[in-house]
């Protein structure tokens, strides 16, 4: 078996030492841009694969994702042939992560602990008011691999608990939402809303300007699905307005997030590098392996995206 591997940082060498302990039957051959002619694949793995690599991505038999999301590679879906399937990582330890994640956002929010940290740098002991917890609504976009996850790290604290998906679910404890329908409705209930979509035409823009308009007065955002889930000119003034009361932003529409992007000077803008949930290389290898044996065997094969839905 022959795996062709892509990484855009080029630090391939922890990547075929995982694969030859963990699948030593299998030959890792690194693509690079202009490497030239490469032999017969049978698997490729990558997350965000560069056009000119396209025409050897068509040739092998299944595509595996390094990522939870397909968009990197969804914008090129009309390069690779429909019979190809593209899976994806199903948690992989970036669960527990999304989950440490976001719940250390919103107890931040909650306790005003960036607010302590403020005054604490400028010397001042002021005990703020507690903010009410039955007010205090949280409102999970996306409640898949991942978001179901945050929800249950959640619960113990005792938040009501809202989530919007793109079908009907039933989660216990949890008042669920649906669909183009019930989005208007879950926003205008959610006091602290958590964006884990993945990034589709249909999600694009979800947090437009009238959508965050819905919300709350003084929400708070956190965004761990894509950048384009949140529309950046109008989140600013949402903030200085006072509607938006701030946000944690892990990820964005270009990254690393450009120099002069006024996000930087907004001190009610938490900002972390796409660092919410990492690929864990060793537990990613396992999961692709696995597969990748699954579908030597002619067995199906989880966690494949759909085309049409995009994820
Ligand atoms: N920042 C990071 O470090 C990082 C790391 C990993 C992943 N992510 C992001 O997290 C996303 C979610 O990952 P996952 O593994 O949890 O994905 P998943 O298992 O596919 O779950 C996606 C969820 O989003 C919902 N959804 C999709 N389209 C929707 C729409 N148009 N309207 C309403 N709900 C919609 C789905 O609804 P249904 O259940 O009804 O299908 C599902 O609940 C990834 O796609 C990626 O963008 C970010």
Redesign the pocket.
């Known amino acids: 078996m022959r795996i062709l591997l892509y990484r855009a940082d080029g630090n391939t060498a922890p990547w075929i030492k995982d694969f030859a302990d963990l699948m030593p039957e299998a030959e890792v051959v690194v693509w690079r841009e202009g490497v030239g002619e490469i032999p017969a694949c049978d698997y490729a793995v990558l997350w965000t694969p560069p056009q000119s690599m396209l025409a050897d991505l068509a040739r092998v038999k299944a595509i595996f994702l390094t990522?939870?999301?397909?968009?990197a590679i969804m914008k090129y879906s009309q390069a690779i042939p429909p019979h190809i399937p593209i899976v994806?990582l199903?948690?992989a330890g970036?669960g527990m992560q999304?989950a440490e994640y976001v719940t250390h956002a919103v107890l931040r929010y909650f306790r005003r602990l960036d607010e302590y940290e403020a005054q604490a740098r400028a010397g001042a002991w002021l005990q703020l008011e507690a903010r009410d917890k039955a007010d205090f609504t949280v409102g999970v976009?996306?409640?898949?691999?991942?978001?179901t996850q945050v929800i249950e790290a959640l619960r113990p604290f005792g938040f009501p608990l809202r989530a919007?998906?793109?079908?009907a679910?039933s989660l216990a404890g949890v008042e669920c939402f649906?669909?183009e329908d019930g989005l208007d409705a879950f926003l205008g209930s959610s006091r602290v809303v958590v964006c884990?979509?993945?990034?589709?035409p249909?999600?694009v823009n979800i947090l437009s300007r009238s959508n965050m308009q819905k919300l709350p007065q003084g929400a708070y955002i956190i965004n761990?699905?894509?950048g384009p889930h949140i529309s950046d000119p109008d989140l600013l003034p949402l903030i200085k307005s006072g509607h938006i009361a701030g946000a944690t932003l892990?990820?964005f529409r270009n990254e690393p997030l450009p120099a002069p992007h006024p996000f930087w000077e907004e001190p009610r803008i938490t900002i972390t590098p796409?660092?919410?949930?990492?690929t864990l290389r060793r537990e990613s290898i396992e999961q692709m392996v696995g597969k990748m044996r699954q579908h030597a065997r002619g067995e199906q094969v989880a966690d494949v995206i759909n085309r049409e839905?995009g994820?």
Do not use: F
Not at 141 to 147: D, K, P, R
Not at 164 to 167: D, G, N, Q
């Open positions: 990522g939870a999301g397909a968009d994806r199903n948690d970036m999304m976009m996306g409640v898949g691999a991942l978001g919007w998906s793109r079908t679910k649906h669909g884990m979509l993945p990034l589709t249909e999600t761990v699905g894509r892990d990820v796409h660092i919410s949930a990492l839905k994820y």
